[in-house]
């Protein structure tokens, strides 16, 4: 299974920014779809994630901010951020995870600049 998370960048705060997560594999597969993040020094962090029910999940930091949304035909997840803020600044990764195994992108940067 291989995922590639492109659409990440620099944007200045209050900007937006929407990567995407393309799963080579139907993402309906899948027990849910999870886009983390990780900043220097953090730990990563869930960020959203929408399971195969279509429920969505998000870190109370980014909740109206951020959207998670999927396109079934193009086995792609999206995540809409908007209203960016310098503390949003990290590596973002997707995440597909199916019982106990789990599959991860090489992630993509994204940089708020305020």
């Known amino acids: 299974v291989q995922l590639v998370e492109p659409g990440g960048g620099w944007v200045q705060a209050g900007g937006s920014l929407s990567p995407s997560c393309a799963v080579s594999e139907n993402i309906f597969n899948f027990k849910a779809v999870t886009w983390y993040r990780q900043a220097p020094g953090n730990e990563r962090e869930l960020v959203a994630r929408?399971?195969?029910?279509?429920?969505?999940t998000y870190a109370d930091s980014v909740k109206g901010r951020f959207t998670i949304s999927r396109d079934g035909a193009a086995n792609t997840v999206y995540l809409q951020m908007n209203s960016l803020e310098s503390e949003d600044s990290a590596r973002y990764y997707c995440n597909a995870h199916l019982l106990s195994r789990q599959f991860w992108g090489q992630g993509t940067q994204v940089t708020v600049s305020s």
């Open positions: 929408i399971n195969v029910g279509g429920t969505r």
